[in-house]
């Protein structure tokens, strides 16, 4: 079974409606992220978390907002879609090891298009 | 800010040739971690291969190596005897610890492998 699981897999919305992307691990890693991925631009990050309790914006957090449920589980949502949220969404978890290295380990992605 | 960028926006090799991808980073930190991260046509990201900056030795995982020079800040990635399997999207990132050890990402390189 897989580490990182993302639901959905991929879904289609129309301009205006909410969606909900979720994650949830098994590595019992404390850190979570959700990134972007667009043609051209490599990964960016939207939300990270340390802990439940920890939630913190990354570099392009406007227009989504996230909830850490449990150590396992971080969704994300988008409260109103608009066609240029339509991306590749991951997931991502690490474990703080103490030597900085922050390896980060990938859901399958959920592809998202917004109409 | 801290930045990685890969050069090369797409490659192409014959099977069994070796290919050399480049990356380049900029950073005042003097302690962090680098990684070479594949995505194969499948979606998931998959890591290759990781570099801590204060170790003078490469890495290396079978067939992939990296050279690292870290006085001028490169990290380029080589594949030998390149595989039809190889084929995938090939992104740089490092873990400075002034970004609260977040990765930052270049955007990507796109190997194809031809038979």
Not at chain 1, 11 to 31: A, N, P
Not at chain 1, 76 to 87: D, F, G, M, R
Request: proline share 4%; hydrophobic share 30%.
């Amino acid at each position: 079974d897989a580490d990182v699981t993302q639901t959905p897999r991929n879904r289609i919305t129309k301009t205006g409606k909410r969606i909900m992307l979720e994650c949830s691990q098994t590595k019992g890693h404390d850190r979570m992220y959700w990134y972007r991925q667009d043609p051209g631009l490599g990964l960016r990050l939207i939300y990270y978390s340390f802990d439940v309790k920890d939630i913190n914006k990354g570099e392009i957090s406007d227009g989504y907002s996230v909830s850490r449920q449990a150590q396992a589980k971080f969704s994300l949502s988008l409260e109103s879609a608009i066609p240029n949220q339509t991306a590749l969404y991951f997931c991502a978890t690490s474990d703080w090891i103490g030597d900085g290295s922050n390896e980060q380990f990938f859901g399958p992605g959920t592809r998202l298009t917004v109409l | 800010a801290q930045t990685v960028t890969q050069s090369q926006p797409e490659m192409s090799v014959q099977e069994a040739e070796t290919v050399t991808l480049s990356c380049t980073y900029d950073t005042s930190e003097n302690n962090y971690y680098l990684f070479w991260y594949k995505q194969p046509p499948s979606r998931q990201m998959i890591l290759v291969i990781r570099q801590e900056a204060y170790k003078q030795q490469n890495a290396t995982e079978n067939r992939f190596s990296v050279n690292f020079q870290k006085a001028a800040k490169s990290f380029s990635l080589k594949i030998s005897d390149s595989q039809l399997g190889d084929t995938a999207m090939y992104f740089c990132a490092f873990t400075p610890p002034d970004s609260n050890y977040q990765l930052i990402w270049g955007a990507g390189t796109k190997l194809i492998i031809k038979p």
